[in-house]
């Protein structure tokens, strides 16, 4: 069956640190894949897609992602952590519809 | 531009109860999307609509949620009657279409309903 996996619920980074979320998807072929943003009582915010192309995406609030089709992941990473990045954050795909993975939760310690 | 707009943003209702939220897209978009999102768990789709007709509706446990989008503009979900297992946020989201390459979604707030 289709599906995405997020493999870390949480992870827990200092301000000023890197940060690297994990995706992974199963399909038969390469779908779309995005990552989104939710914070606290607000809705999804889209951080980045990959449709094709060149593999590494860059995204909005200093984010990106880099596609490797041989390990079926689509990572998300920022160099440097700001506090303002706790959020939970899921990675999605869409071949015909739109399927989330489970979410990581990014808590920034001072 | 205005977003998606949700209404309302948090609803505490008995068990057995009916219920009933209201979304409005973004302007001029065609595809508009219900989504589920228990808690720890990802958005999970219920239905989309494309103008006023139902593209996809296969998880929407339609023995109790009904949604509709007169016009083609508004949407409104409704859960008859509501069940403990029913506590989730509801997103709604739109989008210009419903080709993939073009199927960037903008959400809305949601709806944070609690059963008792």
């Known amino acids: 069956a289709q599906s995405v996996t997020q493999p870390d619920i949480h992870i827990t980074v200092s301000e000023g640190a890197s940060l690297e979320l994990r995706c992974n998807y199963s399909?038969?072929?390469?779908?779309?894949l995005f990552w989104y943003v939710q914070s606290p009582g607000q809705g999804l915010q889209l951080l980045l897609k990959y449709f094709s192309g060149d593999t590494l995406v860059q995204g909005i609030k200093g984010f990106e992602a880099e596609f490797k089709r041989s390990q079926s992941s689509f990572n998300l990473r920022k160099p440097s952590v700001h506090w303002s990045d706790a959020a939970e954050y899921f990675c999605?795909?869409?071949?015909?519809?739109?399927?989330f993975g489970a979410g990581t939760t990014v808590t920034v310690r001072a | 531009e205005a977003g998606v707009a949700q209404s309302p943003r948090y609803k505490i209702i008995e068990k057995r109860q009916s219920v009933a939220f209201w979304c409005n897209p973004i302007s001029g978009h065609a595809t508009l999307y219900w989504y589920q999102q228990i808690l720890g768990q990802g958005p999970k789709l219920l239905i989309q609509?494309?103008?006023?007709?139902?593209?996809?509706d296969s998880q929407l446990p339609k023995d109790r949620f009904s949604a509709e989008r007169l016009k083609g503009v508004d949407s409104t979900l409704k859960i008859q009657p509501a069940k403990l297992e029913d506590s989730a946020v509801y997103l709604c989201?739109?989008?210009?279409?419903?080709?993939?390459?073009?199927?960037?979604?903008?959400f809305g707030p949601g709806t944070r309903l609690t059963v008792l």
């Open positions: 609509f494309q103008n006023n007709g139902v593209v996809d």
């Open positions: 399909y038969g072929a390469t779908p779309y």
């Open positions: 989201a739109s989008s210009l279409t419903t080709a993939p390459t073009y199927n960037e979604q903008f």
């Open positions: 999605a795909a869409n071949d015909y519809k739109l399927s």
